[in-house]
């Protein structure tokens, strides 16, 4: 009878289970698309924050838009385009509340001025009728 190498038989069969699983995750990483258009949309936010007037009315959030937009950078050239994805996506969310706040203060402060001025009018209209 034939002695039958459990030990030998059980190395080949983890040897094969883990160069299976490294392929897979090769795969699956090779797979993985660069994020370009995501990059692209969050320079655009960045710059549409930059013009609503973040750099003076919202400097907090338009700055971490950057420094995430600049990681998403180095990401990408290292090849890590999950990263460079999910940084892409903060950016761009810190650049639309960077905007959104420029323009709520901007809003806040034109509204303020035109009280300001409608209180000038009403005092110039009572003046003028006593």
Do not use: W
């Amino acid at each position: 009878m034939k002695k039958i190498d459990c030990a030998g038989s059980h190395r080949r069969l983890h040897g094969i289970g883990v160069s299976m699983a490294a392929s897979i995750v090769i795969t699956a990483c090779a797979s993985i698309p660069a994020p370009i258009e995501q990059m692209a949309v969050s320079k655009v936010a960045i710059s549409n924050a930059a013009s609503a007037g973040s750099n003076e009315f919202a400097p907090l959030p338009l700055k971490s838009a950057l420094e995430k937009m600049d990681a998403a950078e180095r990401a990408m050239a290292d090849g890590n385009y999950t990263l460079a994805r999910q940084l892409a996506e903060q950016a761009q969310v810190d650049a639309r509340l960077a905007a959104a706040t420029a323009r709520s203060i901007k809003a806040q402060k034109a509204a303020t001025a035109l009280q300001d001025d409608n209180r000038v009018l009403r005092q110039e209209i009572d003046r003028k009728s006593h």
